[in-house]
């Protein structure tokens, strides 16, 4: 038996799961409800075919592919089977997005004209020693963890028309970068900039100023994106807003009202599950497309091809 699968089996066996080395051969057997497909990235597309063949409902977790070509072709198929999948990110299912896009939408900011982020980590050595594909093409940050942040982008600023980027693996010197710096316009004419790092002393991150999981530590008052508008700005996931009053004299000299929004933070992977059995039971569209998980894998590669070849590139989808 192959060590990887005995390391596979120790863990059902910790919990007591039963163990299949074919997935096929398991959906024959358990007829579950809905497949959640968790596996490292390169064994997605492959999985999903699967599932979407044998016509059970399934979440892929994100990135929804690695390979575009694939996903065209698995969006093909979904469409032909008329298959129920969401994609797996999980923040568009957060109580944080939801509260900031009633802010922006609200018209208190204005109108948006800049967008400035961050997700900025340390990953410690025996992440990529548990999952050695993590050193290799497909499994670096921009992959692994931008695309949660194009995402939230597209939710709360619009369509990404168009990146700039310069990468680095000076750090640790993988297969894959450590750092990225990245410049965005959207469609609607709001320009962004957005600084990525797994190699970073710094709680600049969704997971550390969120508190949606507590596996990580929480910096409530800080925050890790500012959208600032003509109006005033607002700090995201601290809720905290800057905003000149209705009477007053728009200027630098003038000083700025102060709030601080209040909004009930929900587990956004709970919400994650809810929705996929609304769509299993109930056949809800999805909150996350497979279009959509497409369109964020498209970008990702949009930010590689532009460090990588040192041009701008334009990220408008066509068709």
Not at 35 to 49: C, D, I, R, W
Request: include cysteine; hydrophobic fraction near 40%.
């Amino acid at each position: 038996m192959a060590p990887k699968n005995k390391a596979n089996i120790a863990v059902a066996e910790k919990f007591s799961q039963p163990f299949y080395s074919d997935l096929a051969g398991a959906l024959l057997e358990i007829k579950p409800d809905g497949v959640l497909l968790a596996s490292p990235n390169e064994f997605h597309y492959e999985q999903a075919k699967t599932c979407i063949n044998m016509h059970f409902p399934v979440l892929i977790e994100k990135p929804f592919i690695l390979n575009i070509r694939e996903g065209e072709s698995l969006l093909k198929l979904i469409s032909k089977k008329n298959a129920k999948v969401l994609v797996g990110h999980h923040r568009m299912h957060s109580s944080i997005m939801k509260k900031a896009k009633e802010i922006i939408d609200s018209g208190v900011l204005g109108e948006v004209v800049s967008y400035r982020g961050s997700a900025q980590f340390y990953k410690p050595n025996d992440y990529f020693e548990e999952g050695p594909w993590r050193k290799k093409k497909g499994g670096g940050p921009l992959m692994l963890n931008m695309i949660h942040e194009v995402s939230n982008m597209r939710a709360l600023c619009g369509e990404i028309a168009e990146v700039q980027a310069l990468v680095s693996n000076s750090i640790r010197g993988f297969e894959v970068e450590d750092t990225a710096v990245i410049n965005l316009r959207f469609v609607n004419g709001i320009l962004g900039s957005f600084v990525l790092s797994d190699v970073a002393a710094s709680w600049e991150s969704w997971e550390l100023t969120a508190g949606e999981n507590n596996a990580y530590p929480f910096y409530p008052k800080k925050s890790c994106y500012s959208i600032t508008g003509t109006l005033g700005s607002l700090s995201v996931p601290n809720m905290e807003i800057n905003f000149f009053n209705k009477s007053d004299k728009r200027s630098w000299w003038t000083e700025f009202a102060e709030d601080k929004i209040d909004y009930n933070r929900d587990d956004p992977l709970l919400g994650q599950l809810s929705h996929f059995n609304d769509i299993i039971k109930f056949n809800n569209k999805p909150k996350v497309s497979a279009l959509d998980g497409l369109i964020n894998v498209k970008i990702i590669e949009a930010i590689k091809l532009a460090a990588y070849k040192g041009v701008s590139v334009n990220c408008i989808q066509k068709g």
